[in-house]
């Protein structure tokens, strides 16, 4: 897949789940309008949209649905943001500029972002249960129990406790691995493993799937650690330089700069290994996994 029909691929996926994002987010009404305000400035309108993107990429292997696949996409859109939300207060990262724009407790306020995050999360599992997702309500439920695990204390809460407890601390190339697959890289795989569960319960494709968007989601948050290093602020969209300054435990930290660039390289060319039963059916994830390290943004 060219670079070309990638990047056309990828805004008409963001396009798609902008839509679904629109429609499932509350329209501000009511007492507690500035929540849902808040709600819909911190998911709406910017970011990447990768994960929801993989979704979809994974779902043309799988064969699952389009529809199912933007609801969940939109559903881990919406845990993503909220994530965002939170590791931007004061007491996480303490960042005041997020896609481009003011970070949600400076737009609003911290009490203000601190809900709409709770909010944005309870949200998500709503638009996994409801019928229009899939049909089947074990799949619903596959998808949550999954979903749960992937965002949850076993996967980015967790991976964000021992980010925060790693600062300024000796810690070795090991742990961060594990911190980031938990923080970042849960979630990835999740959205790829998403496509198979969504494909039906005998969906031989799960395991592949999940290995891919594991590896995948460590080589993207070291990517997103050099682009803090390397990075120019005004394409990444939020302050650079900052990871240093609090003392973040990251692969830049330990190997440098180009030890880290060569550790994501490797972990994509093997994310891209696990697909090689497919053929030309995965062409668009092995081309998103190629994204994933060249990125500026
Ligand atoms: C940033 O994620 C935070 C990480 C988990 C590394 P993205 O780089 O996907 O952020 P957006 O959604 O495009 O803003
Ligand atoms: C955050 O990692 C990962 C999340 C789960 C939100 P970072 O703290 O490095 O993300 P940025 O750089 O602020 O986007
Ligand atoms: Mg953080
Ligand atoms: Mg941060
Ligand atoms: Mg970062």
Redesign the pocket.
């Known amino acids: 897949m060219s670079a070309t029909s990638l990047a056309e691929s990828m805004t008409a996926a963001a396009k798609a789940v902008e839509r679904v994002l629109d429609e499932v987010l509350p329209r501000p009404s009511g007492p507690e309008a500035r929540l849902l305000d808040a709600m819909r400035y911190a998911t709406l309108g910017a970011g990447k949209r990768l994960r929801p993107y993989l979704v979809l990429a994974a779902s043309r292997v799988t064969g699952a649905g389009e529809g199912g696949a933007l609801r969940v996409g939109a559903a881990i859109e919406l845990i993503?943001s909220y994530?965002?939300v939170?590791?931007?207060l004061p007491a996480?990262?303490d960042?005041d500029m997020?896609r481009g724009r003011p970070s949600c407790h400076k737009a609003f306020d911290e009490a203000t972002a601190i809900l709409a995050g709770d909010a944005l999360l309870t949200l998500a599992f709503q638009v996994v249960a409801e019928a229009a997702t899939h049909p089947d309500p074990e799949v619903r439920c596959e998808l949550a129990r999954a979903l749960a695990i992937a965002a949850g204390a076993p996967g980015?809460v967790g991976?964000?406790m021992i980010?925060l407890e790693a600062e300024h601390s000796a810690v070795d190339a090991a742990v961060i691995a594990r911190l980031e697959r938990m923080?970042?890289g849960a979630?990835i795989a999740f959205s790829c493993e998403a496509a198979a569960i969504l494909a039906g319960p005998s969906s031989p494709d799960r395991g592949i799937l999940r290995g891919f968007g594991f590896d995948l989601g460590l080589a993207f948050?070291i990517v997103?650690?050099l682009?803090?290093v390397e990075g120019d602020e005004t394409k990444v969209g939020?302050k650079v330089g900052?990871?240093a300054a609090a003392g973040?435990a990251?692969f830049v930290a330990v190997l440098g700069a180009d030890g880290a660039r060569r550790e994501a390289e490797s972990l994509v060319d093997r994310a891209i290994s696990r697909l090689s039963g497919y053929g030309g059916g995965a062409d668009e994830l092995r081309a998103i996994a190629r994204f994933v390290v060249d990125r500026k943004k």
């Open positions: 993503h994530s965002l939170h590791d931007d996480m990262d960042d997020r980015m991976g964000q980010d923080k970042t979630l948050q997103d650690d682009l803090d939020k900052k990871d973040k990251t």
